[in-house]
């Protein structure tokens, strides 16, 4: 059995590969705390469009995806972008789910993705 961790240090791994399984640890917007949850959405996939392909795979290959948000008033913000990404038949199971607070107060929304290879 063998395990691939990508991006890691002591506490965590931002991709570990196990079989033909990818994992990816949930994503904050680090390229735009502060911002608006549809600023963030975008980053956010970006940076999981960017762990995939290092991982070898892509979002046709999502199966499954955790989403969380500090206010369910942003579902449909959130989704707009969520919609455009996730085109072309292949999207993943999801749960989309309220957090009054994420790692931190600039970060409104977290995704995290489960994938094969």
């Known amino acids: ?10 506490r965590m791994s931002q991709c570990v590969i196990h079989n033909d399984t ?6 904050v917007a680090l390229s735009a705390p502060g911002q608006s ?10 940076q999981i469009d960017e762990l995939l392909k290092t991982a070898g795979t892509d979002k ?9 948000l500090c206010s369910m008033d942003d ?3 959130m989704n707009a972008v969520w919609d455009s990404w996730a085109s072309g038949g292949n999207a ?9 607070q994420l790692a931190s107060p600039d970060f409104t929304v ?3 993705i489960i994938a094969a290879l």
């Open 110 to 112: 977290e995704i995290g």
């Open 22 to 27: 990818v994992y990816l640890a949930g994503q």
């Open 75 to 77: 579902f449909a913000e």
């Open 60 to 68: 046709s290959k999502a199966l499954s995806a955790t989403i969380w």
């Open 37 to 46: 949850v549809e600023n963030q959405t975008k980053a956010i996939l970006s």
């Open 92 to 100: 993943p199971t999801r749960a989309c789910v309220e957090s009054p």
């Open 1 to 10: 059995m063998t395990i691939k961790r990508l991006q890691t240090n002591d």
